[in-house]
């Protein structure tokens, strides 16, 4: 292993670590307590980290094998309560958390890309698809709660009296009964 590519492994543990830090934060807010999708972006992340560990570990000089440090380790749990603190609802716990893992993926390809040893190459290979996996169900759970978001607010809207429309749900900017009718040309 070149010292390039230590660099590389040592950037995607601390990456992966942030990741898990931030799904456990974002995992124990009220929005999103004992969220199963936020557990499997957590454990993933922590398979990221476990084999750029091992790899790092194999390594035959000692100075390479380190740990993360404190360092790391103090950012990371800066990041994950500012995260947690940030989330208002559970869209937003959603979006943050897919915000770090999109970065995680991003470099996931660029050290499997960039790699020499083949067992490496297919270990990384596996936790890429299972990344994106991840990605893939929370964009659809974020797109799921931005339309329920948005049904609620449509119902509400038109459960409004009339008179209260401009008071609660804003301007009325309907067309009048008249412009209803298709347009009729002889």
């Given at each position: 292993?070149?010292?390039?590519?230590?660099?590389?492994?040592?950037?995607?543990?601390?990456?992966?670590?942030?990741?898990?830090?931030?799904?456990?934060?974002?995992?124990?807010?009220?929005?999103?307590?004992?969220?199963?999708l936020l557990n499997r972006a957590r454990?993933?992340?922590?398979?990221?980290?476990?084999?750029?560990?091992?790899?790092?570990?194999?390594?035959?000089?000692?100075?390479?094998?380190?740990?993360?440090?404190?360092?790391?380790?103090?950012?990371?749990?800066?990041?994950?309560?500012?995260?947690?603190?940030?989330?208002?609802?559970?869209?937003?716990?959603?979006?943050?958390?897919?915000?770090?893992?999109?970065?995680?993926?991003?470099?996931?390809?660029?050290?499997?890309?960039?790699?020499?040893?083949?067992?490496?190459?297919?270990?990384?290979?596996?936790?890429?698809?299972?990344?994106?996996?991840?990605?893939?169900?929370?964009?659809?759970?974020?797109?799921?709660?931005?339309?329920?978001?948005?049904?609620?607010?449509?119902?509400?809207?038109?459960?409004?009296?009339?008179?209260?429309?401009?008071?609660?749900?804003?301007?009325?900017?309907?067309?009048?009964?008249?412009?209803?009718?298709?347009?009729?040309?002889?």
């Amino acid at each position: 292993m070149i010292d390039s590519e230590v660099a590389r492994l040592r950037r995607l543990r601390g990456s992966a670590l942030r990741v898990r830090a931030v799904a456990r934060a974002l995992g124990n807010i009220r929005q999103t307590l004992q969220d199963p999708l936020l557990n499997r972006a957590r454990c993933a992340a922590w398979r990221v980290a476990r084999v750029a560990s091992g790899r790092l570990r194999m390594h035959p000089y000692a100075r390479f094998q380190e740990d993360p440090g404190i360092g790391v380790v103090f950012k990371n749990s800066f990041v994950a309560a500012t995260a947690g603190l940030r989330a208002r609802s559970r869209r937003q716990a959603l979006l943050s958390l897919e915000g770090h893992l999109t970065r995680l993926a991003r470099q996931l390809d660029d050290a499997r890309a960039l790699t020499l040893a083949p067992d490496l190459s297919d270990s990384l290979g596996r936790l890429q698809i299972e990344i994106r996996s991840v990605l893939t169900a929370l964009e659809q759970r974020a797109t799921l709660e931005q339309c329920t978001a948005l049904e609620q607010r449509t119902t509400l809207e038109r459960e409004t009296p009339v008179g209260l429309t401009s008071v609660v749900a804003g301007p009325s900017y309907a067309a009048p009964a008249d412009a209803d009718w298709p347009y009729l040309a002889f």
